[in-house]
């Protein structure tokens, strides 16, 4: 099966720009997920859904970032504006369902640099 | 969540098999072992899970405890591609609880 796509593989953006990331998960994965990876460090997780809907976004900074996941299949994840600390990896990653018996499948990630 | 706790590095002799410790002392009757690796550049990777029983697939095998209070990832016969980041990670049955990454072990595979 074809895994979870991410684009783009690596972006470089000034602070106080915008900058958006899209994730295509694996068809019939109901569950996405957006994790931060900052160097050095395991995955947070920032923002949880479940088909079209949000399940969790506690961890998810609002004041700067928004997801959203239309008609429950792609997601896209946005900063506004961008700040120096938010530079580490973005990764996506899809569950078809959302218990402890079930695996997420994580996309490559794309590398966030701010300047 | 229950959490984990694991060696920070390890190293290991190519093509010898490798043990990978996790504690997780307050896990609950609920929760499942799930161990993922990330390679360099990479995503994680799911590598195997559980729940009371021991688990065997392509990948490894997955050793838990009787009292399910520790776990060990098992690489049968290490290879310089296994090199990567294991997590083990505690994650409930109930529907809505999320994977939450510790720290991991740095696995270092010498030739």
């Known amino acids: 099966e074809a895994g979870v796509a991410q684009s783009p593989r690596y972006k470089i953006i000034e602070k106080r720009q915008s900058v958006a990331f899209w994730c295509n998960p694996i068809?019939?994965?109901?569950?996405l997920y957006w994790y931060q990876q900052i160097l050095g460090q395991g995955p947070k997780l920032l923002i949880q859904f479940q088909n079209n809907g949000v399940v969790d976004d506690s961890q998810l900074p609002k004041d700067r970032f928004s997801a959203e996941r239309l008609k429950g299949v792609d997601s896209t994840l946005k900063i506004q504006p961008a700040k120096l600390e938010d530079s580490a990896v973005y990764l996506c990653?899809?569950?078809?369902?959302?218990?402890?018996?079930?695996?997420?499948?994580f996309g490559s990630g794309t590398r966030l640099t701010v300047v | 969540d229950a959490k984990t706790t694991q060696p920070n590095s390890m190293e290991s002799n190519e093509e010898e098999p490798v043990h990978l410790p996790c504690n997780h002392s307050?896990?609950?009757?609920?929760?499942?072992i799930h161990w993922y690796r990330q390679l360099p550049s990479q995503g994680p990777e799911y590598v195997i899970h559980g729940l009371t029983s021991n688990v065997n697939n392509r990948m490894a095998s997955l050793a838990i405890a009787e009292d399910r209070k520790s776990s060990t990832l098992i690489l049968h016969r290490a290879t310089l591609r296994d090199a990567a980041v294991y997590y083990c990670i505690l994650r409930s049955h109930n529907a809505g609880n999320m994977l939450t990454f510790g720290g991991g072990t740095r696995l270092m595979v010498k030739p």
């Open positions: 990653a899809s569950s078809y369902g959302q218990g402890g018996t079930y695996g997420y499948t």
């Open positions: 307050t896990i609950s009757g609920t929760d499942y």
């Open positions: 068809s019939g994965h109901a569950t």
